[in-house]
Nanobody, 121 residues
């Protein structure tokens, strides 16, 4: 089992930045690809970004490309999502996820509880 805990959400203004963190425990972190997803009220969960096991490959949804950056620190068992130039459409609960076999926009094995990001105009 992998336990994931997201932190860093909050209420910000349009154009602000936030960095989300996802702390993992329970298994060897570097054995898992990591992903970030989000779900806005009344909408389906959507893929945001993903990063491979070593961090050498990253993937982004078109809606966040150029504004968000996913990264990981395997020594700290933590994945990050740096979000810049936030927009009201970025308002959602953000979830991190881990999977040992695949990276990208897939259904991951393990999920965190989510952290709320609200962008106010």
């Amino acid at each position: 089992q992998v336990q994931l805990v997201e932190t860093g959400g909050g209420l910000v203004q349009v154009g602000d930045s936030l960095r989300l963190s996802c702390a993992a425990s329970g298994r060897t972190f570097s054995n898992y690809a990591m992903g970030w997803f989000r779900q806005a009220p009344g909408k389906a969960r959507e893929f945001v970004a993903a990063i491979s096991w070593t961090g050498g490959s990253t993937y982004y949804a078109n809606s966040v490309k150029g504004r968000f950056t996913i990264s990981r620190d395997n020594a700290k068992n933590t994945a990050y999502l740096q979000m810049n130039n936030l927009k009201p459409d970025d308002t959602a609960v953000y979830y991190c996820a881990a999977d040992s076999l695949r990276v990208g926009n897939y259904e991951y094995d393990y999920w965190g509880q989510g952290t709320q990001v609200t962008v106010s105009s």
